[in-house]
């Protein structure tokens, strides 16, 4: 069964770079046709997509966030991370890390972490 | 990029209801349009993706619709464990944009 899992610090100071690693198991992280990616809910909002990497390494990011973002991925270690860096306050959310199927009928992700939460503050 | 704007933001039913949520994709998605149910403390669940194909495990209750910009999500008798929200996302576009979402309440 595949499962992923996020860790991370859950207080991050404004101006600062959030770090999130995602652990997956069950799955190899370099198997074709899946992607990995994050997505962020702010307390009492809905989703926003955050990016998602490919298992070739080609990158996709959110352009309203794509200057402060960068995911990677870990082979040796099965693990994908998302960097964001000068974070308000306004990134306070729960950070979902989610492995998405990708072929000719688009890119769903169907396998999602617990979540985690961030909060941005001094 | 591409807006999603689900209709209604909210909406209350009684069990055994037929419940209908609209996606409206701000330009043309083809049938890239995943539907996803989440739970108040939960992640994200995916239920329907191509706009119309029921993910595995998923109550056949549920059912998706629509190409284009129009897109539908049916529960055709809600049961208790149905009350969430629900957000629609398209992947036509490499942005994978989520609509605002709809909750799904008891009347």
């Known amino acids: 069964q595949l499962q992923l899992q996020e860790s991370g610090p859950g207080l991050v100071k404004p101006s600062e770079t959030l770090s999130l690693t995602c652990t997956v198991s069950g799955a190899s992280i370099s198997s074709t046709s899946f992607y990995w990616g994050w997505i962020r809910q702010p307390p009492g909002k809905g989703l926003e997509w955050i990016g998602s990497?490919?298992?070739?390494?080609?990158?996709y990011y959110n352009p309203s966030l794509k200057s402060r973002v960068t995911i990677s991925v870990d082979t040796s270690k099965n693990q994908f991370s998302l960097r964001l860096k000068s974070v308000t306050a306004a990134d306070t959310a729960v950070y979902y890390c989610?492995?998405?199927?990708?072929?000719?009928?688009?890119?769903?992700?169907?396998?999602w972490g617990q979540g985690t939460l961030v909060t941005v503050s001094s | 990029d591409i807006e999603m704007t689900q209709s209604p933001s909210s909406l209350s039913a009684s069990l055994g209801d037929r419940v209908t949520i609209t996606c409206r994709a701000s330009q043309s998605i083809g049938s890239y349009l995943n539907w996803y149910q989440q739970k108040p403390g939960k992640a994200p669940k995916l239920l329907i993706y191509a706009a119309s194909s029921l993910q595995s495990g998923v109550p056949s209750r549920f059912s998706g619709s629509g190409s284009g910009t129009d897109f539908t999500l049916t529960i055709s008798s809600l049961q208790p464990e149905d009350f969430a929200t629900y957000y629609c996302q398209q992947s036509y576009s490499t942005r994978y944009t989520f609509g605002q979402g709809t909750k799904l309440e008891i009347k």
């Open positions: 989610a492995k998405a199927y990708g072929d000719y009928v688009g890119v769903f992700s169907d396998y």
């Open positions: 990497i490919y298992y070739s390494g080609s990158t």
